[in-house]
């Protein structure tokens, strides 16, 4: 039985979509520190208002056991179901220019059918360049700019904006492939991968999707609006500062990893602070207990005089 990948499908919109557009990839799926990925989705959806041109068969990619879809149960009925999607649309910027936003879960199965079948849109649509982004905690610290490990065939963004070149193996995202596939076919594609401060990572952190937003813009010119997001990050930071200010432990956690951020942008070109000396990038576990064990430290030797090595071993 061959079943279609596609649920839904809008021949007419399909048709009207012009030629040469921007696509954002935004899908939901391994990595979402500070929910990048989450924030970007909705952001798109209210602001941009995207037009669903097609929906994947969330049935053929999705596996229902592993994420449960939400519904409602009010009193003595069920209402409000809402299954996951996966949807390619036509969305408007701030100026009414269009591109393509593709959103929502990652898939569970059939990767490379899919990545095929997005392959044949790019192609289809002839797509000028496609741009995602994704997020994952690191040891630094909220009170310096969030960097970024940029990827793709843009090397003006990568010497621009990539503050952390690492070689290293990793889990791949569906959108890892994606770009990887693309860039082989000599396909324009960028991605951005945020470095959110560990300790915020599990919270909807403003400026992760603030990030987002400026690296979409950069790569493809459109122009979306930021203002309420600059606001709400101007919030969230001063609670962030408050709460900290109030434990000795946590100020002294943050100096530290200024320390190395600081020590570390000086010196581009030295032994990243944030990976492990074979290379590898440092599970959550890790950096807990790196932190742990600092903290453990500073209580057994009392104050320090700001003099001492802070790197990671």
């Keep these: 039985?061959?079943?279609s990948i596609f649920s839904a499908e809008y021949a007419e919109r399909r048709a009207r979509v012009p030629r040469g557009l921007p696509l954002v990839v935004a899908m939901e799926g391994l990595s979402d520190a500070g929910g990048a990925v989450s924030q970007l989705e909705e952001y798109l959806w209210e602001h941009a208002h995207p037009e669903e041109i097609l929906r994947f068969n969330a049935d053929l990619l999705l596996d229902y056991r592993a994420r449960r879809p939400l519904i409602t149960f009010d009193g003595d009925h069920l209402v409000d179901y809402s299954p996951e999607e996966l949807v390619l649309g036509l969305a408007h910027d701030e100026l009414g220019a269009p591109f393509l936003v593709l959103s929502g879960y990652e898939p569970d199965f059939r990767w490379e059918q899919f990545i095929d079948t997005v392959?044949?849109?790019?192609?289809?649509?002839?797509?000028?360049?496609?741009?995602?982004?994704?997020?994952?905690?690191?040891?630094?610290?909220?009170?310096?700019?969030?960097?970024?490990?940029?990827?793709?065939?843009?090397?003006?963004?990568?010497?621009?904006?990539?503050?952390?070149?690492?070689?290293?193996?990793?889990?791949?995202?569906?959108?890892?492939?994606?770009?990887?596939?693309?860039?082989?076919?000599?396909?324009?594609?960028?991605?951005?991968?945020?470095?959110?401060?560990?300790?915020?990572?599990?919270?909807?952190?403003?400026?992760?999707?603030?990030?987002?937003?400026?690296?979409?813009m950069a790569a493809t010119g459109l122009i979306l609006?930021?203002?309420?997001?600059?606001?709400?990050?101007?919030?969230?930071?001063?609670?962030?500062?408050?709460?900290?200010?109030?434990?000795?432990?946590?100020?002294?956690?943050?100096?530290?990893?200024?320390?190395?951020?600081?020590?570390?942008?000086?010196?581009?070109?030295?032994?990243?602070?944030?990976?492990?000396?074979?290379?590898?990038?440092?599970?959550?576990?890790?950096?807990?207990?790196?932190?742990?064990?600092?903290?453990?430290?500073?209580?057994?030797?009392?104050?320090?005089?700001?003099?001492?090595?802070d790197g990671l071993g």
């Excluded at 044949?120 to 496609?130: A, D, G, N, Q, W």
């Excluded at 930021?226 to 606001?231: A, F, H, K, L, S």
């Design 119 to 216: 392959l044949l849109l790019v192609h289809e649509f002839e797509v000028s360049i496609t741009v995602w982004t994704h997020a994952f905690p690191m040891p630094v610290p909220h009170t310096r700019p969030i960097g970024a490990t940029v990827s793709g065939s843009r090397d003006d963004l990568i010497e621009a904006r990539s503050v952390w070149r690492p070689t290293t193996r990793l889990s791949a995202s569906a959108a890892h492939v994606l770009e990887y596939r693309l860039h082989s076919l000599g396909e324009e594609v960028v991605g951005f991968a945020h470095l959110i401060p560990h300790y915020l990572a599990g919270t909807e952190y403003p400026e992760a999707l603030l990030v987002s937003l400026d690296g979409i």
């Design 1 to 3: 039985m061959n079943e």
């Design 225 to 309: 609006s930021t203002d309420g997001v600059r606001e709400a990050a101007r919030s969230f930071r001063a609670q962030v500062d408050a709460q900290i200010s109030e434990n000795e432990e946590s100020l002294e956690m943050v100096r530290t990893l200024e320390h190395r951020y600081d020590a570390y942008m000086e010196d581009r070109g030295a032994q990243s602070p944030l990976i492990g000396e074979d290379g590898t990038l440092p599970t959550a576990d890790q950096i807990a207990s790196e932190l742990e064990r600092f903290l453990a430290e500073r209580q057994q030797s009392g104050p320090s005089d700001g003099d001492g090595d």
